[in-house]
């Protein structure tokens, strides 16, 4: 079974397939159109970020049995036309929760005792100790939308922060795990100081943070984004930050990001919003890197492999 790499990722993941006896080919340079006149000569293909896989790539992909996307999800992949060909779907969130948890955390520990204000002031020669009093998690309502891999792991983080409760929606229900409780929107709405997204991106959720639901919160509020940057309407989310609606904001994704992560700072040069978020201080920013540490670079590629051979490795290693 020949498989094709488009972008690059941890050895590990060539060395288990090649181990399992599939064929890896490289193509990390090539550009979609010349992935394209070769797709149907591989039954395999593994993918992040770098171009979309849509309806008619998929169609020139005869021979195509699976796509494993070393990432948390699979919306950049068009999942009803992969269904409606047979082609098998491969994902690994388990790889990277752990990290996003960390991030989560560690953004909102942040914000709350102003550490990236701080370090930023001292390197340019103040001393302001008032200016910088923090806040702490004891006593606060830390709510989380959506309760799969991520959002779990971002709960038992908090866990021995003395958080009066950590609260969670989710469209599915959920069994009880002693971290967490479950409560409708409205219920969240009415009591959280904090609020962590942990969705995947769905119609449901692109555009889910907007004026209507900032508005909706009864407490002034902390927002922390690791999962996906279309999820916040930013215009919304400045004018939250403008008027103290929203205290503070942790975004590790952007609404102004293109699927394949490139450099956004010239597409969005003129955009207002923008430039206040990158000049706000109570806005902490990083690259989309909250799952991307060195040790869930190495877990994402094991992840993959081993969902992988366990599904084709059996009967290839019996052909060959």
């Known amino acids: 079974m020949h498989v094709l790499h488009v972008d690059e990722n941890h050895p590990l993941l060539l060395e288990h397939l090649a181990q399992a006896g599939f064929k890896n080919t490289l193509a990390y340079k090539q550009s979609k159109e010349e992935i394209l006149n070769r797709i149907d000569q591989f039954e395999g293909l593994i ?7 849509d309806a008619a790539f998929l169609d020139q992909a005869t021979s195509l049995k699976f796509i494993g996307r070393v990432g948390a999800g699979v919306e950049n992949i068009d999942i009803t036309k992969a269904q409606e060909k047979g082609i098998q779907l491969f994902a690994a ?51 989380i939308i959506g309760y799969g891999t991520m959002g779990k792991s971002f709960a038992k983080k908090l866990q021995g922060f003395d958080v009066q409760e950590v609260i969670y929606h989710d469209l599915l229900h959920m069994e009880e795990d002693g971290i967490a409780t479950q409560v409708s929107l409205e219920e969240l709405q009415a009591t959280a100081d904090v609020l962590s997204l942990h969705t ?49 904001a942790g975004l590790d994704v952007l609404e102004y990001e293109s699927s394949s992560f490139e450099n956004i700072f010239k597409a969005q040069q003129d955009n207002p919003s923008f430039s206040y978020l990158l000049s706000s201080e109570n806005v902490l920013l990083s690259p989309h890197v909250a799952g991307w540490t060195v040790e869930s670079h190495r877990k994402l590629a094991q992840i993959i492999s081993e969902k992988i051979c366990s599904t084709f490795g059996t009967s290839i290693k019996n052909k060959s």
């Open 93 to 143: 969130p388990q790889g990277n929760s752990n990290a996003v948890g960390e991030h989560a955390l560690g953004m909102l520990l942040s914000l709350f005792n102003k550490l990236h204000r701080g370090d930023q002031s001292i390197r340019d020669g103040n001393w302001l100790r008032e200016h910088h009093r923090g806040l702490e998690l004891e006593g606060k309502i830390v709510g």
């Open 47 to 53: 993918i992040r970020s770098r171009f979309p896989i």
């Open 200 to 248: 995947p991106q769905t119609s449901l959720t692109v555009g889910m943070i907007n004026t209507k639901f900032i508005n909706q919160m009864k407490n002034n509020f902390w927002l922390l984004n690791t999962a996906r940057g279309s999820a916040v309407v930013t215009d919304a989310l400045v004018d939250g930050l403008k008027n103290n609606k929203i205290l503070g």
